[in-house]
């Protein structure tokens, strides 16, 4: 009950945006031409797309949600998942990355590996402060050595350290 | 006797150190990433992509390709003992796999998910390597018109048969085509819903949507909603454990055998694929079993089967993607991206003008099938000790890899920003019941179904007509319709049959 809820309204809450996205491209696209010699122009599919999305964007916003496939469940219902969703861990974790991704711009990616790896292993796995920044500093140089080194692939030095 | 001499060269291709070692890097990596939780094999393909960069092109599609058929062997693992899929194709494995964990038969279920896989994928490529040269002279005859048409039905296909409610299919296929669209018009040049901003003039990659979507995305919802093994002692798997008795080989060949063929013919079909024919398989086993009311309780035939099917069908999904240049899923669109990246396009031509490609990568599906099986026999201890140790830093270093992988695809933040972006958009997706497939496959293709379309109705004069007038482009688009009415044709039927 619980789980058709929550789909019941991501489905408006995805239903509302793709709705709010599809309007914009639609005004995007009436400003391109339709039609070029003999052929469509660079406006017309970008315009009948974004109307399709309109449409069923809002049919599934205005429809209820259907009985999920079988697929979904098994017959046996002997799953020992958790009952209860642990949200908190799902939204740190997504904050952590932004933070990374947020971070490479100043410190680069191996300093945003590290505090990343650190801020993740203390909050989420909650392993004491000597595990975790042990396995921070290991796992920062072997990504760095990895990619930049072996790999050749350049990695952003960030702000601080001469980038 | 030209296939078999074609498929030799290819042999003689693949039977090299290098080569040898890429395909047991790809089978073992797709392996580990059917197994852990949180990298699919579409992200996983699409973040090692650019390091194949600097690479022979063969060597390349040998290791992308090992991950995605690989994958199919590694999902096996946790659904047999966390009754968690770790591949979408493996769900149906949970039916029965878990019951068997559950009564101590663990072992057997990976075992016979080993070698049914291994003799389904061989029978698999078999009929690969016959159809691919036929298939792909008659596409020979393909003009922009009827790869449209093709196109149009892998967008069908993907919408009508993809798991999910039909509207929600297509809400990720039309948003997919819309982002296709962003960027610059191939045709004219012109920049199109870039709203003033420079980094969208490229268009939005499908490296980041991909690893977005499958990769990070997978990770968070697996944080939201984790899982517990079986109980401890029983999934403490001895290697003799995985090894077939003859009993449960005698029982399961047929099992074996029957899925292969179902497998393969099923995976040929775009938007089919891996997890309906397996499906489709433990539909038949059960249908034919003397015991039918066991299934779901534990029947080793229900692991053989759909284990079976689903490696067959990765087997099928690479004739449409070498002979027509289609894909079939969102793993399978990647490898269509990661072709057009290392400057090969796929499709008929690729037979003629990339012999030694084609072939070598059909042969190096035959080893890697080989490698499969010794490593999912041996390895299956090794595989769970992992599994177990490393779920508290898993989510670290997927995204470490999966935020650097994208970075070094153009070397542009922006790319990823815009997987983060994906990231919250999949999951999101995921609990509103949206699937993430059309929208790869929309994204990957979009470009190049708009192109055919433009190219066709300049060939004929704007006219519409050469769509209707050429009988391959009839046949397909036909195809298309009947994909799209059947489903509503059927539905209104069982209503009928209801109110009577």
Sequence with gaps: MLKQLKALGAERFVSLLLITFSVAEIYAALQLSMTEEFTLGPGALPLIYASGLLIFSCIMGLTPTEKEPAEESAPNSASIALPTLNYRDGLITFILVALFISSIYFVGFLGGTIIFSLLYVLLISKWPIPKAAAFALVWGGAVYFGFDHLLGVQLEPGILFGG | ?500
């Design chain 2, 1 to 500: 006797m030209e296939m078999l001499n074609l498929l030799g060269e290819g042999f003689a291709r693949i039977w090299d150190p290098w080569l040898l070692m890429m395909c047991f890097f790809g089978t073992f990596a797709g392996t580990l990433v059917g197994v852990l939780p949180g990298l699919g094999p579409s992200a996983a393909i699409a973040v090692l992509l650019p390091l194949t960069y600097g690479a022979d092109p063969l060597t390349a599609l040998v290791a992308l390709s090992g991950i995605y058929y690989g994958a199919m062997y590694g999902g096996t693992i946790t659904s047999v003992l966390l009754n968690v899929p770790g591949e979408s194709a493996s769900v149906v494995t949970t039916y029965d796999g878990y019951p068997m964990a559950r009564q101590g038969r663990g072992g057997a279920a990976l075992g016979v998910a080993a070698i049914g896989s291994f003799i389904a994928g061989t029978i698999g490529l078999v009929f690969l390597s016959l159809l691919a040269v036929p298939l792909s002279r008659y596409a020979l005859n393909f003009g922009p018109p009827e790869y449209f048409a093709v196109m149009v039905l892998a967008f069908v296909m993907v919408s009508t048969l993809a798991r999910g409610n039909m509207i929600k299919c297509f809400v990720a296929l039309l948003l997919g085509l819309l982002l296709s669209t962003v960027g610059q018009d191939v045709v004219s040049g012109e920049t199109r819903l870039t709203w003033g901003s420079m980094n969208l003039v490229d268009g939005v990659g499908f490296i980041p949507a991909v690893v977005g979507l499958f990769g990070l995305s997978e990770i968070i919802h697996d944080l939201i909603n984790p899982s517990q093994f079986v109980d401890n002692s029983k999934s403490k798997i001895k290697l003799r454990e995985v090894f077939l008795t003859w009993d449960d080989f005698r029982r399961t060949w047929g099992s074996m055998v029957r899925g292969g063929l179902l497998g393969f013919f099923v995976g040929v079909l775009p938007g089919a694929g891996a997890t309906i024919a397996s499906f489709l398989s433990y539909g038949l086993e059960k249908r034919i079993s003397k015991t039918p009311e066991k299934f779901g309780t534990g029947m080793i035939e229900g692991v053989a089967g759909p284990e079976s099917a689903n490696n067959a069908a990765s087997s099928g999904a690479f004739v449409p993607l070498l002979a027509l240049g289609i894909p079939g899923s969102g793993s399978t669109a990647v490898l269509i991206g990661a072709f057009i990246i290392l400057g090969i396009q796929p499709g008929p031509r690729l037979m003629t003008e990339h012999p030694d490609i084609t072939w070598g990568l059909i042969a190096s599906m035959y080893v890697g099938n080989g490698m499969l099986l010794a490593q999912n026999i041996l390895l299956v201890p090794f595989f769970i000790w992992l599994l177990r140790v490393s779920r508290n830093i898993m989510p670290v270093i997927v995204a470490t890899v999966c935020v650097v992988g994208v970075y070094s695809v153009d070397f542009s933040m922006w790319d990823v920003w815009l997987m983060l972006i994906f990231t919250a958009l999949g999951y999101i997706f995921r609990v509103a019941g949206v699937p993430g497939a059309p929208l790869v496959i929309a994204l990957v293709l979009g470009q190049s179904a708009e192109f055919a379309l433009r190219q066709s109705l300049v060939i004929s004069m704007g006219s519409a007509s050469v769509f209707f007038t050429r009988p391959i482009c009839v046949i397909v688009l036909a195809t298309a319709a009947a994909c799209l009415l059947y489903p509503l044709i059927r539905s209104k039927l069982r209503g009928l049959e209801e109110t009577e």
